[in-house]
């Protein structure tokens, strides 16, 4: 399967108005690529748009609730109408709530599952259908570390994105035989608005365990050189975090005997990081 040039990609995406959905709009847009961008807030859409200058004759809005197929149908087929195909579908969308699972309550469980999980499946869904019809196209579904490997205080976000990759890694297989392909793409904590959320839950504690925060830019200029120009199954950001995610999986009850010393490690970063906000903020 060859890559798509970029100059003629067309390209849906979720979560664009802001963190690194945002952030990819701005660089596909800039590539030439012609975008669908969505997010559930259609107004701070808009007003990221403006602010960030998207050129309007390339890239539409729309609002979407990615927990609904039938919006999600409407979506593809706004894409296809209006371009004549469909060739790449970037799941960016995504919410956390940190807690300990026996504090959390039922919406918190359907919260997590249908937007990170749930709606994930639908876009795949949808725009599958599409690319196989057309026997070309690329899906490229943004999981986490959380997905390699399972993050105490993070558990519904865990099982929502171990959820993406068991989920992406099937349909590669299944849709490669169509001329599809598949990337799901594994970022450690990125620097965003939902990293600043984590801030003040002491439970999300090993999200700040690496040795720093990744930017938009590095995430987004992963995702578009490993999986959309050399067509990568797995995009782990960065590889070395990634290899003991993996390693910390295959041997849980080693994990457990490193996670002490991994979350104090992980709280006084997250303080470091929430006392700099708050003194940005002061400024």
Known sequence: MTPIAASSRVVVLTGAASGIGRHLTGLLAACGDRLLATDVDLAALEAIARQDAWPTDRVLLAALDVRDPAAWRQII???VDTWGRL???????????PGLVHAQSPRDIDW???????GLIYGTQAAA????????GQIVNLASMAALAAVPGLALYTASKWAVRGFSLAIAQELAPHGVRVSVVYPDAVQTPMLDKQ??????????SGSRLLSVEEVGRAIVEQ?????RLEVIIPWSRGFLSKLTSCFPSWAARVLPALTAKGLRRQTAARDRLK?????
Request: aromatic share 4%; glycine share 4%.
């Open 77 to 79: 087929e706004r894409a």
């Open 87 to 97: 060739d790449v579908l970037l799941n960016v969308a995504g919410i956390i709530q």
């Open 112 to 118: 997590h599952l249908d937007i990170n999980a749930k």
């Open 129 to 136: 259908a599409v690319m196989v019809a057309q026997r070309s």
């Open 199 to 208: 801030l003040d839950y002491q439970e999300a504690a090993l999200t700040f």
């Open 227 to 231: 999986a959309l120009e050399r067509g």
């Open 279 to 283: 003194s940005r903020s002061l400024d």
